[in-house]
């Protein structure tokens, strides 16, 4: 059996047979099928969903709210804390909020966002955290790291290798 998943204008097509050797049998993480089938991690939740393939929330084994102490969901590193306002079905809550809150000493306002500096989702050195105000905020500073990425290839210090299919630095 095999689906198309259009996301952002861009059409996506894997196996159930293929998704389910790579997540279940292999044991492989989302974040690795994604990088390796260049599909983003999104998409990727969105087959595990429409094939019914029973998504992991901490790594190698399914997550039970007994065990869990540090799990790894979409890439971001997330708590069990089910009594916080954030937590989700399951009672986990992204840790990057809960750290931020500490440092800062209050609950996020609604439309707070926090910015992983470096882009790394589960870095959560406090360093590589800042709060955002809003949405319209968050987005200005990607836009901001886009047009210094299209500097750097204009003064060709970052090419696209053709052969390799990927960026690289051009030293």
Request: charged share 30%; proline share 3%.
């Amino acid at each position: 059996m095999t689906i198309d998943l259009n996301h952002k204008n861009r059409k996506y097509r894997i196996s159930k047979e293929v998704l389910y050797k790579m997540y279940v049998e292999d044991n492989r993480t989302q974040m690795s099928i994604s990088r390796e089938l260049n599909i983003p991690i999104q998409s990727l939740s969105k087959f595990l969903d429409y094939y019914n393939i029973k998504k992991r929330y901490k790594w190698g084994k399914y997550a039970l709210p007994g065990d869990i102490s540090r799990v790894n969901t979409n890439g971001y590193w997330r708590l069990y804390k089910p009594d916080h306002p954030r937590a989700d079905a399951h009672g986990l809550t992204p840790e990057h909020i809960i750290l931020i809150e500490k440092e800062i000493n209050r609950s996020l306002k609604d439309k707070e966002i926090i910015h992983h500096i470096d882009l790394i989702k589960i870095n959560n050195d406090i360093k590589n955290l800042l709060l955002c105000e809003n949405q319209s905020e968050h987005q200005k500073i990607h836009k901001q790291l886009l047009e210094l990425v299209s500097e750097l290839i204009k003064d060709t210090k970052i090419i696209f290798d053709r052969k390799e299919n990927k960026y690289v630095k051009n030293l």
